[in-house]
């Protein structure tokens, strides 16, 4: 196994506590994190059948979401978003602008974007307080949702939030929704409608086209602009909404060595960036001077996004 020498290494106790993890009936986090086993709406978390005051919304965003999220709507959005020509501005300005967001995907949180931010970065840091590159990692790993805003292209939520999955290859069932994949172009496409699509064995997740929205869009701002994140942190930023993979455990076959390691902190991360989302409120202006230490260690003072 190659551990890279920027990387943050996975030392055993961890690895320990990603394995108890995954034990169902495990509420407390090792470190102390008390997983809620109800969000602020009473129902269990992720639950998108339930009959919540966000069920039907959340179900049309995702009926959206999978008939225009195909291989080549993908193309273009990389091929434009990458160019980083929209604005300029430092993390934490687009922290603040985050502010103006509601996510239509979500049925666990209806608060304001920043708050979430700080509640899943806190959570975090409580329980490895020595890993400053993942408070950090926690605290952005949101900010692509300003791809919603006017001065980004406005673009429609179903291109911004919600869970990401491959193009190019089949749509794997344990995809929320699925059933709305039928009207999907790319679904009855004999080029990508494969267990393998246009990927071969173990390609690499870099190599794999993804949905567009906040996740691979924030991968680019960070990569354009050299944050010296290491390789987990960019990782995580990149495939948090991809539940199929960390939750379900499919699209394994597309994987490379590098993204096995870096799965391990996804998990991790995961579980705050999940279970972190409540009404409780975090005092910002307590905890800005730290994290505005961190994005200077690993940001630029002005992006281009
Ligand atoms: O609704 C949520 C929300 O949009 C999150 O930011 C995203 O990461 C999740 O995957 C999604 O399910
Ligand atoms: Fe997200
Ligand atoms: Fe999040």
Redesign the pocket.
């Known amino acids: 196994m190659t551990i890279l020498i920027e990387q943050p290494e996975f030392v055993e106790v961890e690895e320990e506590k990603v394995c108890s993890e995954e034990n169902e009936n495990e509420l407390v986090l090792d470190g102390g994190f008390v997983v809620p086993t109800t969000n602020a709406f009473g129902h269990t978390f992720?639950d998108y059948d339930v009959n919540s005051e966000r069920k039907d919304g959340?179900e049309e965003?995702y009926r959206i979401q999978h008939i225009n999220q195909s291989v080549d709507f993908v193309k273009r959005m990389r091929e434009e978003y990458g160019k980083l020509d929209k604005v300029e501005m430092s993390i934490w300005e687009c922290c603040e602008l985050l502010n103006e967001v509601v996510?239509?995907?979500?049925?666990?949180?209806d608060e304001p974007?920043i708050e979430?931010l700080l509640q899943t970065a806190e959570a975090i840091r409580k329980d490895y307080p020595k890993e400053g590159w993942l408070h950090l990692t926690a605290l952005i790993?949101?900010l692509g949702?300003v791809l919603h805003l006017p001065a980004f292209g406005e673009l429609p939520q179903w291109a911004?939030?919600?869970?990401?999955f491959p193009v190019g290859c089949a749509f794997d069932e344990s995809i929320?929704h699925h059933k709305h994949f039928q009207e999907n172009p790319d679904y009855s496409n004999p080029a990508y409608n494969t267990k393998y699509g246009i990927y071969s064995e173990g390609c690499g997740l870099n190599n794999v086209l993804m949905s567009w929205?906040?996740?691979d869009y924030m991968f680019l701002v960070a990569k354009g602009n050299n944050s010296t994140l290491p390789s987990a942190g960019l990782f995580i930023i990149r495939y948090?909404?991809?539940?199929a993979l960390h939750r379900a455990g499919a699209y394994k076959h597309l994987m490379n060595e590098d993204d096995i390691e870096n799965l391990k902190w996804l998990k991790v991360f995961n579980k705050y960036?999940?279970y972190s989302k409540s009404k409780v409120r975090i005092d910002v202006e307590k905890v800005k001077p730290y994290y505005l230490s961190l994005i200077e260690k690993y940001f630029p003072a002005k992006l281009r996004w």
């Open positions: 992720r959340v965003f996510d239509e995907s979500d049925p666990d949180l974007q979430h790993h949101d949702k911004v939030v919600g869970d990401t929320v929205g906040h996740d948090h909404s991809f539940y960036d999940l």
